[in-house]
């Protein structure tokens, strides 16, 4: 009898700590959130959502990138719409290339009620990452209405045009001595748009005179821009990249970047 209760205290203690661990490693497990809302479009051929997304396999996709993120220890999801109850639940939000009246009959604007939402959200120790795109495949007028809340705005214009397949077009180099571009040489930015800051905001790239990416700290929050999609399925590796490009290297750090600043819960 004396062994039987000895076994069952051993049982009950083995559970609780299974339990115990179990909830200290989802509560400690980062969430990051993909806008599927402001960029929400749809394949003409299968009507399906795609491009940007971490379900598209395709050179659109962020299906490499959230491989990344899970093999650093987030977990992914899909933001449908940034309400608050939403963005409650997430640690990581990124907002890629807000859909034009080209891309969507009926965009998603970004409306006074999301900047409220995301800047309250942000002060409160949200991570939020900006990857827009050049003029005139994205949509500035509403994005910059929340961009202005961080010191920054984005410029309609297209910096770093590549003709075919003369990829040194796109190439930054003498990159500075900032966590992003740890042991990174060279990246690639196809047609970006620069960035004006004030404020706290600070520049991470600048190239000749022009803000490429920037950062700044709002609140308790960090944000993170940059005036290009950059690191989808098609620019991170080298399927067509010339292999002297470090993408996946610049990728791995954003990531950190981005992971690094989430608070401890």
């Known amino acids: 009898m004396k062994n039987q209760n000895h076994f069952k205290r051993d049982l009950l203690v083995m559970t609780v700590l299974i339990i115990t661990f179990s909830l200290q490693s989802s509560f400690s497990q980062p969430v990051v959130g993909l806008d599927n809302w402001f960029n929400r479009e749809t394949n003409a051929k299968t009507g399906k959502p795609f491009h940007y997304l971490w379900t598209d396999t395709e050179n659109s996709g ?47 604007y970004i409306m006074p009620d999301d900047i409220k939402a995301i800047s309250k959200w942000m002060k409160k120790g949200g991570v939020l990452a900006i990857l827009a795109n050049d003029a005139p495949n994205c949509e500035f007028t509403n994005l910059n209405k929340l961009m202005e809340k961080f010191g920054m705005k984005f410029n309609h214009v297209t910096l770093h045009p590549v003709t075919g397949t003369n990829f040194e077009m796109g190439a930054c180099i003498n990159l500075p001595a900032h966590p ?12 970006v748009s620069d960035i004006n800051i004030s404020g706290t905001a600070k520049s991470i790239l600048t190239e000749n005179g022009k803000v490429l990416i920037a950062e700044n700290k709002v609140g308790k929050g960090y944000v993170f ?39 401890k819960k």
Do not use: C, Q
């Not at 993120?69 to 807000?98: C, H, N, Q, R, W």
């Open 62 to 108: 962020y299906e490499r990138w959230g491989e990344i993120f899970k093999m650093k220890g987030a977990k992914l999801t899909t933001v449908e719409k940034p309400i608050a109850a939403s963005l409650a639940k997430i640690d990581v939000y990124i907002i890629v290339d807000p859909d034009t009246t080209t891309e969507s009959k009926s965009p998603n």
């Open 180 to 191: 992003l571009f740890k042991g990174v040489s060279k990246i690639y930015i196809k047609e």
């Open 225 to 263: 821009a940059i005036g290009d999609p950059w690191i989808y399925n098609e620019y991170i590796d080298h399927d067509r990249l010339p292999e002297s490009f470090e993408n996946r290297k610049a990728a791995e750090n954003l990531t950190d970047l981005l992971l690094g600043n989430v608070k």
